[in-house]
């Protein structure tokens, strides 16, 4: 039976011991980690707000809607951004007002002004339009933005005469109202609470009340152009 020759502590019976690898100059050892462990000086750090860049302002395709115009100014319909810029560069609009800040769309052959506002090169006929649908939007529009109770900054929408008392949902019944007013009155009648409209409601008419009941935001520009009376 051969003899067993003794191995060293730490090394595999049957095996030379490898090769001392080096220390990783970038990795500290032990007696360097403790050191940096301990205690230092403190370093002050400016502590400002961060400097970020702030990008170009670009159009949203999306969400952005552009007044369309028959050749007699007459207010049609509002566009997606995307549609006015087809209509213009096939020749069918041209711009009437651009966007505030100077936006231009660029393409490989040539550039359009953002628009918010463009005009028909051909008269459309418009086909005869039905009754104004009755939308939050196009109340709003209608009372001006006011409280029809108090003529406060209006938030929300009150029935007159309230439904659970047999009042109905339509536009000689809906008013705007400021929250505060609506909360006072809850489902009360005006002669209850001793109060008095400020303006009697009606149903708008004219034919850019279509589009101010399906708009939520309009554009400061196109105001111009939805002058008309309520009614």
Not at 31 to 40: H, K, M, N, V, Y
Not at 78 to 101: I, Q, T, W, Y
Not at 110 to 139: C, E, F, H, M
Request: hydrophobic content about 40%.
């Amino acid at each position: 039976m051969p003899d067993r020759q003794p191995t060293r502590s730490g090394a595999p019976s049957g095996h030379a011991p490898g090769p001392k690898l080096c220390p990783d100059p970038g990795h500290p050892g032990p007696a360097l980690t403790r050191a940096r462990a301990a205690p230092s000086a403190v370093v002050a750090v400016p502590t400002g707000p961060p400097v970020v860049a702030v990008p170009a302002p670009v159009p949203s395709w999306g969400r952005r809607r552009v007044l369309l115009l028959n050749t007699t100014f007459e207010p049609l319909t509002a566009l997606s951004l995307r549609r006015a810029v087809v209509l213009v560069v096939c020749g069918k609009a041209e711009v009437v007002h651009g966007d505030p800040a100077g936006l231009v769309v660029h393409s490989a052959t040539s550039n359009v002004v953002v628009p918010s506002v463009i005009r028909l090169s051909s008269y459309v006929r418009v086909p005869y339009r039905g009754r104004v649908p009755l939308t939050r939007a196009g109340l709003m529009h209608r009372d001006r933005y006011r409280c029809a109770y108090c003529g406060g900054r209006a938030e929300t929408i009150d029935h007159v005469v309230p439904r659970s008392r047999g009042g109905q949902h339509t536009w000689q019944n809906c008013v705007a109202c400021c929250a505060k007013c609506n909360h006072r009155k809850a489902d009360k009648m005006l002669a209850e609470l001793g109060w008095r409209l400020r303006v009697v409601p009606n149903a708008p008419r004219g034919a850019h009340w279509r589009l101010l009941a399906g708009v939520v935001d309009t554009d400061p520009l196109w105001l111009p152009y939805l002058g008309e009376p309520a009614a």
